[in-house]
Nanobody
Framework: QVQLVESGGGLVQAGESLRLSCAASGFISRINTWGWYHQAPGKQRELAASITTGGLTTYADSVKGRFIISRENDNMVYLQMNSLKPEDTAVYYC???????????WGQGIQVTVSS
């Protein structure tokens, strides 16, 4: 099992920055891909950014150039969110997928609200 705990969300104004943190514990050596997903009210959960253990990153078009995903000490995953827009308002979830892609883990989610 892998446990994921998000922190760092909150309320900011448009144009400001916020950094989300995800602390992972458990069998993290089995994880190949780490990600941040967002889910706006009434919409599906979608990938915002991901990073593999090899450092390969992927970004949704909506956040490309503004968000940066990174890892530290194997058990921390961050999402630096710059130039935030009201449309970035969502619940953000930390995600982890095993090398064999047979297990997916989710954090409890954290609210990010961007006011105009």
């Amino acid at each position: 099992q892998v446990q994921l705990v998000e922190s760092g969300g909150g309320l900011v104004q448009a144009g400001e920055s916020l950094r989300l943190s995800c602390a992972a514990s458990g069998f993290i050596s089995r994880i190949n891909t780490w990600g941040w997903y967002h889910q706006a009210p009434g919409k599906q959960r979608e990938l915002a950014a991901s990073i593999t253990t090899g450092g390969l990153t992927t970004y949704a078009d909506s956040v490309k150039g503004r968000f940066i995903i990174s890892r530290e000490n194997d058990n921390m995953v961050y999402l630096q969110m710059n130039s935030l827009k009201p449309e970035d308002t969502a619940v953000y979830y930390c995600n982890a997928i095993t090398y064999r892609r047979d297990r997916t883990y989710w954090g409890q989610g954290i609210q990010v609200t961007v006011s105009s």
